[in-house]
Structures are given as structure tokens and as C-alpha cells.
């Protein structure tokens, strides 16, 4: 095992070929074998084999907002033995946006044909307890607000329309939704999904609460206290977990605000706000606002330690506190408010 300046320049070649967008030069250094895997920090990021982790890319690094304006590279360390190597880099890009973000990569090479080829690479941000990726919407969420903004004018009514009262907002999402329902097929993808929004729609009346709409594998709900949409969000995601059959991975996001209510919707930042927080949970998580925390019962509930986001569209930036709501969630480490 030795550093390796010729594996060097294989990785300083990848990651200029990843901000030029040059896709020619991205098949050129992957891997065409099945084995070829490439790693987020997001539950979902986890690609396999040259089609799709290709695709993954390309998909992701042409959207507008993730297009590299400046990239430094701060540290790198390549090493090889025999017909594998390895390296670490940790490179500072700039965004369109003017957002900048320290990644620490690491990558792993086989000799193919007499040439270095990526095998595995694995992208982390070193910020602890902080996420710091603007936080865009899912389809399902962003399909919700749609649907809200085309309807509400058409069916609000005199005595309701433009009314504004304080309510706490929960919007859920189902995490990996399209792999599960094409591994189910449709009829046992809508079985399970409409039992889950049968039970949901139990717990929030249990709580007190009220069903606004269901699309697709997302709802929204809304509360007049915070402390009964938080309980509701844990019974949600227990009953997710105990319902028989496949496993629902559900993310759920709760705010509280001002909000105005139509005949048949809430509209407002408020609701905005509420999705984008449930956007930036992951599977199994529930992300609470920090105003939401302010106005709770604060003995009744434990908090993994808050993380601070950039919601896209919504000036600044938010804290959010991991609900703990049983003992192998990913806020076991309680931090109570």
C-alpha cells in the first residue's frame, strides 16, 4: 500500500468532470460493474450498478439550483494496492445561489482494462448537528400545496373565506413510496395505502384534529393545539410500524402559525412552512418547528437535538427538533425542552 499520485489525478479528473457536468467523461471514469455503488447522506441516496448511479447523477447535479459555480479542493489523500485504491477528499463548492458547502467524499477504484475506475464513492457534509441543503419539497408535498392553491378560491364560502385564526399544521409523506408499490403491484400498493390513510384519519379525529386532504401517499392535517398534532404524529408512526404487511416509512413535519381558513383548505406561509419541515425529515422521523416546541407541553415530549435548515423558498434559517417517539428512533438521544 502506497500514496498514489497517478490515482491523484484520476480523482481530481472525476470531481472536474462532476462540476463541468461533462456526463461523456463521468461514464468514462465509473465503474460498468454491477458492484458499483454510489452513497448519499439522504435514507434514499443508495445507487447501484453503472445505469442508475449515472443516471442519479445527472439527474440531480442538472437541476438549476445545484449548478456549481466555484470549487476548491481543500484536501486530498489517494492511495493504491495492487488493483484496488482508495481516497479522501474534502472539496468546498459554491452554488448558483451563493450557498457554499464543505463535501467530504471518499472513493474506491478498481483496475479495469489497465485503467482506474470508481466503485464506490460516498458524499457527507461535516457540519455536526446541522443541516444546511435548502430543504425542497417531495412531489407528494408539493402536489399537496398545488392542489390547495387551485382549489381553495373555487370552494371557499362568505363566513369562512379569508378567516385567521392559530393552528398547528402536520403534513406525512411516505418515504421510498414508488420502489414499494412497484414491488407490490398497484392492487396491493392501494390496499396498504388506503389502510394507512383509514388509521390516520382515526388518530387525528382521536386527537382532535382534522383531515384536510390525502394525494397520493402524502396527507395534511391541521390542530388547534400543538400537543395533540404531536401526539397524533406518534401514534401515526407507531400505527405505521404495528399495521401488518409491508412497512410504511413515513416522514412527518408539524409547524404552528397563523393560517387562513377557506371553506375546504388552511393557506397561508404556515402551510407552506409545515410541508417543508416534513420534506426535511427522514424516513421514520418526526420534525417538529422550533415555534411549535415554544407553545407545547414540554414535559410530555423528548427531543433529539435540534438541527438548523435552510427551507427552500422561505427566507433564513429553521430550527427543527427530532420528535422521540420510541425507543429505536434516530432521536434516542433525548434533549427535552
Given at each position: 500500500m502506497h500514496p498514489s499520485k497517478?490515482?491523484?489525478?484520476?480523482?481530481?479528473?472525476?470531481?472536474?468532470?462532476?462540476?463541468a457536468l461533462d456526463v461523456d467523461a463521468m461514464k468514462a471514469l465509473n465503474s460498468k460493474s454491477g458492484f458499483l455503488r454510489q452513497i448519499g447522506s439522504d435514507r434514499d441516496e443508495w445507487r447501484q450498478g453503472f445505469d442508475a448511479t449515472v443516471q442519479?447523477?445527472?439527474?440531480n447535479q442538472f437541476q438549476d439550483s445545484w449548478r456549481v459555480t466555484k470549487?476548491?479542493?481543500?484536501r486530498i489523500e489517494a492511495y493504491e494496492n495492487g488493483d484496488t485504491g482508495?481516497?479522501?477528499?474534502?472539496?468546498?463548492?459554491?452554488?448558483?445561489n451563493g450557498q457554499v458547502f464543505v463535501f467530504r467524499i471518499t472513493m474506491v477504484f478498481v483496475l479495469e482494462d489497465?485503467?482506474?475506475?470508481?466503485?464506490?464513492?460516498?458524499?457527507s457534509i461535516p457540519v455536526a448537528d446541522e443541516q444546511v441543503l435548502g430543504v425542497s419539497l417531495t412531489s407528494t408535498l408539493a402536489n399537496l400545496l398545488t392542489s390547495?392553491?387551485?382549489?381553495?378560491?373555487a370552494e371557499s364560502d362568505g363566513d369562512q373565506d379569508g378567516t385567521v385564526r392559530t393552528a398547528s399544521l402536520l403534513f406525512t409523506d411516505v418515504v421510498g413510496s414508488t420502489a414499494l408499490s412497484q414491488s407490490m403491484g398497484d392492487r396491493a400498493w392501494s390496499e396498504l395505502?388506503?389502510?394507512?390513510?383509514?388509521?390516520a384519519e382515526a388518530i387525528v379525529a382521536q386527537h382532535g384534529g382534522t383531515v384536510i386532504k390525502t394525494l397520493g401517499d402524502g396527507g395534511m392535517y391541521v390542530f388547534a393545539a400543538g400537543t395533540a398534532a404531536l401526539r397524533a404524529a406518534i401514534a401515526m408512526q407507531q400505527s405505521a410500524v404495528d399495521a401488518p404487511g409491508p412497512h410504511l416509512d413515513l416522514r412527518i413535519g408539524i409547524h404552528t402559525g397563523d393560517v387562513v381558513r377557506t371553506a375546504s383548505d388552511y393557506l397561508g406561509l404556515t402551510v407552506n412552512k409545515a410541508a417543508r419541515v416534513a420534506a426535511a425529515a427522514t424516513g421514520g422521523q418526526i420534525l417538529v418547528s422550533a415555534s411549535t416546541v415554544d407553545m407545547i407541553n414540554d414535559a410530555e415530549f423528548e427531543f433529539g437535538t435540534p438541527i438548523v435548515a435552510e427551507l427552500k423558498g422561505i427566507a433564513g434559517t429553521h430550527e427543527l427538533c427530532p420528535l422521540h417517539w420510541n425507543e429505536a428512533d434516530p432521536a434516542a438521544k433525548p434533549h427535552v425542552r
Open positions: 497517478e490515482l491523484e489525478a484520476v480523482v481530481r479528473r472525476f470531481l472536474d468532470a462532476r462540476v442519479a447523477w445527472i439527474d470549487a476548491s479542493l481543500l482508495w481516497a479522501a477528499v474534502e472539496q468546498e463548492r459554491t452554488l448558483v489497465y485503467a482506474w475506475k470508481l466503485i464506490q464513492i460516498h458524499f390547495i392553491d387551485a382549489g381553495a378560491d395505502i388506503s389502510g394507512h390513510f383509514s388509521a
